[in-house]
């Protein structure tokens, strides 16, 4: 496996000598209202090289580690399916061969898949889902499949297996099915907790751009007012990546709706960031 022009800033390594596998998810097919995400991972590896590989923050460097941009996998669309197969079969392959998968989205439906692949080698995993919306429709227009129904999929995989952070936007069932569920992690106090009696147990980290404030970041299918501001969301990342975090997903980027183009350079660097905490399995 080769790299494809257009990587990721930084994320050039081969695929033997990676830690991290970076792929882009380029698939919209179930978005109820503004479509487009499926133009996200092209447009935010474009955007990274608008940033330096090194982060200040973070006093690290991409450079210093081994990240390797399968870029897009080119998924069918119209065919929720197959597409999902695609992003499966890739990550299923990722972790089969010891590396942290890192999806670029895309629509949030795409994240069940890449984490069902990663729920068949560690099935105590635990979904960390960030994001404005609950995602926990039985079904959405009938589509079991739907990027409204991503989280409900998840929980049907085991029991207790989701803590959500950031939503401010569900249906009455929802919000009856959080409160039930203890899913909702409301303070930096409740995350940090939550992260210490996880110990060891491996994490799957899903982060909807949407959570952001859409004045901050607008380029989005499904914008919602009153979100995080971007130091917010850095602060929650930092207390997550002290945790097994063993997966990972940036997802919903529609650059088109953002003529600036700068929700695209909000993603990118949302996803150095997170590569940044990460560092891969072996490289932290």
């Known amino acids: ?51 330096e590989s090194y982060s200040m923050a973070l006093e690290r460097d991409l450079r210093e580690l081994s990240i390797f941009d399968a870029a897009d996998l080119e998924c069918v669309m119209g065919d929720v399916a197959k597409a999902h197969k695609q992003i499966y079969d890739f990550t299923k392959k990722v972790v089969a061969d010891k590396k942290t998968p890192m999806m670029i989205g895309g629509e949030h439906s795409c994240t069940y898949p890449s984490f069902k692949a990663v729920f068949e080698t560690y099935p105590d995993l635990m979904m960390i889902q960030i994001d404005a919306h609950a995602d926990l429709r039985e079904d959405y227009l009938g589509l079991k499949e739907s990027h409204a129904s991503v989280m409900h999929r998840v929980t ?55 959570v952001l404030d859409p004045s901050l970041f607008c380029g989005t299918g499904t914008p919602e007012p009153n979100g995080f501001s971007f130091d917010y969301l850095m602060e929650i990342l930092n207390i997550l990546f002290k945790a097994n975090v063993i997966a990972m997903d940036v997802m919903e980027c529609a650059p088109d709706y953002d003529s600036s183009q700068v929700s695209s350079v909000v993603g990118a660097k949302v996803v150095r960031e997170m590569l940044l905490l990460c560092g891969g399995r072996n490289g932290k």
């Not at 695929?15 to 487009?36: C, H, K, L, W």
């Not at 899913?183 to 751009?209: H, R």
Request: charged content about 25%; some cysteine; aromatic content about 10%.
């Open 1 to 51: 496996m080769i790299n494809k022009k257009d990587v990721f800033i930084g994320c050039d390594a081969t695929y033997e000598q990676a830690n991290i596998v970076m792929f882009g998810a380029d698939f919209d097919g179930t978005v109820s209202y503004r479509p487009g995400a499926r133009f996200g991972p092209y447009h935010i590896r474009k955007a990274s090289y608008g940033l």
């Open 156 to 210: 049907c995989l085991a029991d207790n297996n989701l803590k959500q952070i950031g939503i401010r936007s569900s249906t009455q069932a929802e919000h009856d099915y959080m409160k039930k569920n203890d899913t909702l992690l409301k303070t930096k106090d409740e995350i940090m907790s939550f992260v210490k009696q996880l110990n060891d147990q491996p994490v799957y980290i899903s982060l909807d751009l949407d």
